[in-house]
């Protein structure tokens, strides 16, 4: 029995907050573990995260021709460096094995990438292209915990779609019932 201090607080053992697997309710939950999924795969991921990048960039550009109509240099560049963000993500998902953060990260970004006028359709087609891209540094088995956070993440961007504001073409029938012109 441990010892008391008066008014019901205990020393020791009978102590509400001495147990390490719980953390203390005002500090919300523990950080994930970074070696709860695959650690060796995500750091194969950040380690060619500037070959990834460009390439899934290479590849959405070839998916979605348009993305060079809604984005001149600069906005190129921008999504260029997006995708590293993006395998940044994907890799702390992997060796998470958790898809919370991407998914919260895809919600934030959707806001900036709204601002910045860019369509939720490049978005996606990037996350595609780094899906694909992908496959050269992950083995079979890994693919899918990346697979998971990039659907995760398209997901996202897919509700975000429809959400008014988004830079995509709208069908003009249909703007001209909305106005009521």
Known sequence: MGDW???GHAIGPEA???S????????????????????????????ARERLGARALEIAL????TIREHNDQTGIRLLLRDTGILVDEVANSIATDS???IHSWAEQASVIYRRRRVPMDNVIA??????????AVLAPAERGSADT??????ERFRWQRRIAGD????NRILQILYKGA
């Not at 203390?24 to 380690?47: D, K, Q, Y």
């Not at 956070?149 to 398209?154: E, L």
Request: glycine letters at 6%; proline letters at 8%; hydrophobic letters at 50%.
């Open 5 to 7: 201090l008066g008014r």
């Open 16 to 18: 509400a907050l001495d």
């Open 20 to 47: 390490v697997a719980v953390s203390h309710p005002a500090l919300g939950l523990p950080p994930l573990s970074s070696n709860a999924g695959l650690p060796a795969a995500a750091a194969r991921l950040r380690a």
């Open 62 to 65: 070839e998916l979605d021709p």
């Open 99 to 101: 898809i919370t953060a």
């Open 126 to 135: 990037l996350c595609e292209g780094l899906r694909e891209a992908s496959q």
């Open 149 to 154: 956070a990039i659907d995760a993440a398209i």
């Open 167 to 170: 830079a995509r073409k709208r």
